[in-house]
């Protein structure tokens, strides 16, 4: 399996998404990250499904969307209608994940399950067969720019093990603080879907940056980089 870039446009300059879009998908990126985030299950407030729409118009790669939202059931439809191509709920608001994860399926959209960095993995333990993805925040979520946690290496591993025995193939995510210092480690710990945000949008030249960022997550596949 290759490695998966998401360059989340969360510090992008949002009167500019899509050059922001154009920028990185020359860079080479596979997917396009968009943080929405709701004032309540996280300090910051975003976007909504009408801008999802927008940048469906405009991106050629499928758009990954995270909802940071205490009340997820509410938007799925909607954010499927905008052009979703893979939807993550967060674990932490949900005491009906199963049905959450279904209610993604069903209407043709890929269901990642995330968790917080204070959430054990052991939740996942009987969603584990039905996932999609499984994205595991390396920063505690609601602002780009932070800086990663390394508990969050570890973690990578246990939830490819708890995937593993559940004999779902299923992709990890990692999202929070990746840059070209730590990107290879977070592969060779097993992610196969990498977000970046600041490393990739406060950079001068984003196009670049994902370069440098996919080549960099590449090499780490043929040659895993030490622990
Ligand atoms: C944080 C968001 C992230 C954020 C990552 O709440 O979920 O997707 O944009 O940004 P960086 O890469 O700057 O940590
Ligand atoms: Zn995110």
């Given at each position: ?9 969360l510090?992008?300059?949002f009167?500019a ?16 990250h ?9 300090p ?5 499904p ?19 939202i ?11 209608r ?8 967060h674990a ?19 269901a ?7 959430t054990?993995?052991?939740?996942l333990h009987?969603i584990?067969?039905?996932?999609d993805?499984v ?15 390394p ?7 246990e939830v ?6 559940a004999?779902?193939?299923?992709p990890?995510e990692i999202?929070?603080g ?14 196969r ?22 080549a ?9 980089v030490?622990?």
């Open positions: 399996m290759s490695v998966l870039l998401a360059p989340s446009i510090s992008a300059d009167a998404l899509g050059d922001a879009v154009a920028a990185v998908e020359r860079g080479g990126a596979d997917l396009i968009v943080d929405v985030m709701d004032g309540h299950f996280v910051n407030i975003t976007i909504g009408p801008v999802v729409a927008s940048l469906k118009r405009v991106a050629k790669v499928p758009l990954d969307v995270h909802l940071m205490t009340e997820p059931d509410r938007y799925i439809d909607a954010f499927a905008a052009g979703a191509s893979y939807l993550s709920v932490e608001v949900l005491p009906h994940l199963h049905r959450t994860v279904h209610a993604i399926k069903a209407l043709g959209v890929k990642g399950v995330v968790l917080n960095p204070s054990p993995v052991a939740v009987d584990a067969a039905d996932v993805f994205l595991v925040m390396s920063v505690n979520p609601g602002f780009g720019g932070q800086t990663f946690i508990r969050s290496e570890s973690k990578l591993r490819r093990a708890l995937l593993d025995r004999g779902n193939p299923a990890i999202d929070g990746v840059d070209l210092g730590n990107i290879g480690r977070v592969v060779s710990a097993g992610a879907m990498i977000v970046a945000g600041a490393a990739v949008f406060n950079s001068p030249d984003p196009e670049r940056a994902t370069r440098d960022l996919k960099a997550a590449a090499a780490a596949l043929t040659s895993p030490a622990r």
